[in-house]
């Protein structure tokens, strides 16, 4: 899957048709999401300038996307800024959609594990239980918000070629290995004597 094909597929997600679609509990999340602060005054500064991301939002989606991909701390960083990336270039529907995700994951702690902390606030082991229970859960908008989530994370980071190493992948050929084509084309032969031949025969 190319990087249009899954922005594509991540702006299909990212809509409140598409929340809403998934019944009364996509209705709720996002009623939760817009009663939920925005601001980002006791998160850390970022090192990088972003386009898109608050500070709040970067570190929801760094810290959420090394827990699902299962990454160092280290690589926060480099995946945040990729991810920013990405979403300057969705449409600005979507684009408020992603605002309102990474508000209830971080705060949905409150509503659905019944925890006074917030989930960048989570021990390591709490986060893999908080996200486990995104993923598994009988609320199909928790479902849908999942799975743009983990698709953000695993496109900010596959897309560096950081991670090429990792996966075996030695970067792409075009422009770089020249391409031969392995196909023995026939001669043209004109309609007339094909004809002819027929007759012939």
Same mark, same amino acid.
Not at 26 to 31: I, P, Q, S
Not at 147 to 172: H, M, N, V, W
């Given at each position: ?93 979507? /684009? ?30 709490? /986060? ?74």
């Amino acid at each position: 899957m190319d990087d249009r094909t899954t922005l594509e597929a991540l702006r299909l997600d990212l809509t409140r048709r598409r929340l809403l679609q998934t019944g009364f509990g996509g209705v709720l999340l996002l009623a939760f999401g817009a009663v939920l602060p925005s601001g980002c005054a006791r998160y850390s500064p970022v090192e990088r300038s972003l386009r898109f991301l608050t500070r709040k939002e970067f570190a929801v989606v760094t810290q959420a996307g090394v827990r699902i991909l299962g990454l160092p701390d280290s690589a926060r960083e480099s995946l945040g800024g990729s991810i920013d990336g990405l979403l300057v270039d969705l449409p600005p529907t979507s /684009q408020s959609q992603a605002r309102l995700m990474l508000r209830v994951v971080e705060h949905g702690t409150i509503l659905f594990d019944l925890k006074p902390r917030r989930f960048t606030r989570l021990t390591p082991v709490e /986060q893999d239980a908080y996200l486990r229970g995104w993923m598994e859960s009988t609320l199909g908008a928790r479902r849908v918000i999942f799975r743009a989530l983990k698709a953000l994370a695993a496109l900010g980071y596959y897309a560096q070629t950081a991670s090429f190493a990792e996966i075996g992948y030695d970067g792409p050929w075009i422009g770089r290995i020249e391409a031969t084509g392995r196909v023995a084309h026939e001669v043209p032969v004109d309609l007339a004597t094909v004809l002819a031949a027929r007759r012939a025969s």
